[in-house]
């Protein structure tokens, strides 16, 4: 700014060594100042208007940001919900192969091979590998109840035999 000043004392100067006659030299001057006042309106125009849009895209730039945390926030509940190890552990209902008792545990950790039933206290082994086939010693009622069925048909047929004999 002490720049223009400078400069603008140093025009003056050269006015008035250049023009002679005061009354040139007055309304140069007041030309001069003329012209200044309108660049100064256009300068503060243009810084108005610079202001004014900088303000704009300062909120826009708030607003954006707002979004984006909002966005953030949401992939990262995601990511939780996705990755993170859950440490509450897994629930699963369980029928005990030797005393046919159903209970729910909570299992925490996948490395456990085995768990103690409740009711009979025997042990049950787990097989995490196993996806759609059913892995069975033989023992429990998932096998033996088909034939359970099967063997209360036959039962049935025979009462009915039976019955029908009588009559």
């Not at 787990?126 to 034939?147: A, M, R, T, V």
Request: with cysteine.
């Amino acid at each position: 700014m002490s720049d223009i000043k400078g400069k603008y004392k140093k025009i003056l100067e050269d006015l008035e060594s250049n023009i002679k006659d005061k009354e040139d030299l007055a309304i140069a001057k007041e030309k001069f100042m003329e012209l200044t006042v309108v660049f100064m309106d256009i300068v503060d125009r243009l810084t108005y208007l610079t202001d004014e849009r900088i303000k704009d895209i300062e909120e826009k730039q708030i607003e954006i940001n707002n979004r984006i945390n909002n966005v953030q926030s949401i992939v990262d509940g995601i990511e939780e919900d996705i990755y993170d190890e859950d440490e509450e552990g897994y629930e699963f209902e369980i029928v005990c192969p030797y005393c046919n008792y159903e209970f729910t545990t909570d299992i925490t950790d996948e490395e456990k091979d085995e768990i103690k039933c409740p009711q009979c206290n025997n042990i049950i082994e787990l097989d995490w590998n196993s996806d759609e086939e059913y892995s069975c010693s033989g023992n429990c009622s998932h096998c033996h109840g088909e034939e359970v069925a099967e063997d209360d048909e036959k039962y049935k047929n025979k009462e009915d035999k039976n019955e029908d004999e009588d009559m």
